[in-house]
């Protein structure tokens, strides 16, 4: 079992910068995958980044690429996701997970969750 905890949300204006960090409770395993998701009121929850093992592979879809970057420092057992250039449409609960396996980007892709963590954009 792995407990992850995310923090670093919050309110912001339009074109702010936030840097989400999730911390997990030990090492999630020599291979697997880290990736964060979202949800807003009345909406399925949502791909927004996700990162390989020893980082070197990164994806993100259209609506967040070149705004969002997903780095992991697996020594501190921690994931970051830098939010540049915020706008109100990004406002939702973000969520970190660990991979069941080396990859994923789809929610079922995704073994642990964390509790999550708000973000509110205003314009």
């Known amino acids: 079992q792995v407990q992850l905890v995310e923090s670093g949300g919050g309110l912001v204006q339009a074109g702010d910068s936030l840097r989400l960090a999730c911390t997990a409770s030990?090492?999630?395993?020599?291979?697997?995958?880290m990736g964060w998701f979202r949800q807003a009121p009345g909406k399925e929850r949502e791909f927004v980044a996700a990162?390989?093992?020893?980082?070197?592979?990164?994806d993100y879809p259209d609506s967040v690429k070149g705004r969002f970057t997903i780095s992991r420092d697996n020594a501190k057992t921690m994931v970051y996701l830098q939010m540049n250039s915020l706008q109100p449409e990004d406002t939702a609960v973000y969520y970190c997970?660990?991979?069941?396996?080396?990859?994923?980007?789809?929610?079922?892709?995704?073994?642990?969750w964390g509790q999550g963590t708000q973000v509110t954009v205003s314009s």
């Open positions: 990162i390989s093992w020893n980082g070197g592979r990164t």
């Open positions: 997970a660990v991979a069941r396996g080396v990859w994923g980007v789809r929610a079922p892709d995704y073994r642990y």
């Open positions: 030990r090492r999630t395993g020599r291979n697997n995958g």
